[in-house]
């Protein structure tokens, strides 16, 4: 059986422990390294639980699905490079959250929770809601009072509860954290490996999509860092079963207003926090930070940073390019615009651009008189 690690002092834990961080404050890591087997995966369907081996083992019975992963991996025209865009807004709850709440939640109701909670920006607390109700637990999302109108409804839809927090994000992640205990279980996109164990599946797609190889290069708009870190896993898995030779060079993409990673890898001080339409990766204190700047590091990545305007211009670029998706991902699109890379470039589309309707209204460009 699995167990829970801290990398910084060796402590361990059962992986059905209610436990979400080390007694040293740091995140646990899951002491478990997947295969990939592509021997096994003909007539499964095309899901992220198609990649069973390298996921941390469940019964069947035990899964928690809506089919999520399988998403499309499409050409996108963006100024003569050579870009592929995995199209991650189209999971079931519009967001690529979708892999690492369906893993987490199955292996929540595997432990016995019945009460699970969590902070979120929006989509991780969507995400973390739908599996809930499939799951049958409750659930409550502890969230920014001002965030997108569209992502607390569809919060409340799932029937969460929904804890509307004022103040800064981190203010949601401390009023969380607090009410964390008894048989209130932590579901955090943040804290629980489990989650990122599920975010690993991208990687195993773009893998099987691509015929057995990877690009040149796989950017990502970065708050918390989730899909990267989940990717890297993946990345080491393939690597240390013999599939590949090199890594890929990974690249986080963060709003200038909000780029504590490129000031934590690039050794400068942190530009002051001022709001930012990529609300999703506005995350002043990522607690992985360190993994997802290792990991950069790794791989010969980098921290690229885009202004407000680059945004807009990319979300609305991509509308027209037949991709509505929202801020925080036309931040990755922005990004590249502005580096034009060399290579082949696999780029995540991270959430739909139907959450921030009311923004999009606001930036729309009049197509008739």
Known sequence: MSELICRQTGERHPAETSAWRSAAGAPLDLDFVGRYAPDLLAGRPFSMWRYREALPPLDDAEIVTLGEGGTPLVPLPLDGLRVRAKLEFLQPTGSYKDRGASLLLS????????HVIDDSSGNAGASIACYAARAGLRCEIFVPADNAPGKLLQIELYGAGLRKIPGSREDSTVACQQAVGGQTWYASHVWNPYFTHGCKTYVYEVFEQLGGTLP???????????????????????????????????????????APLAAALHGGSAAPFAPTAAEGIAVRHPPQGPQVCAALRATGGDVWTVTEQQIRAATLLAARRGLLIEPTSA???????????????VVALTGSGLKAAGRLA????????
């Open 107 to 114: 292996h929540l109701r595997r432990c016995g929770a019945t």
């Open 216 to 258: 040149d290069m796989l950017v990502f708009p970065v708050g918390n860092g989730g899909l990267l870190l989940g990717s890297y896993l993946a990345l080491r898995e393939l690597q240390q079963g013999g599939w590949i030779k090199d890594l890929p060079r990974l690249i986080a993409v963060q709003a200038a207003h909000c």
């Open 331 to 345: 931040a990755a699109l922005a990004a590249l615009q502005q580096v034009r890379p060399q290579g082949e470039v």
């Open 362 to 369: 606001d930036w729309r460009e009049p197509t008739c008189k």
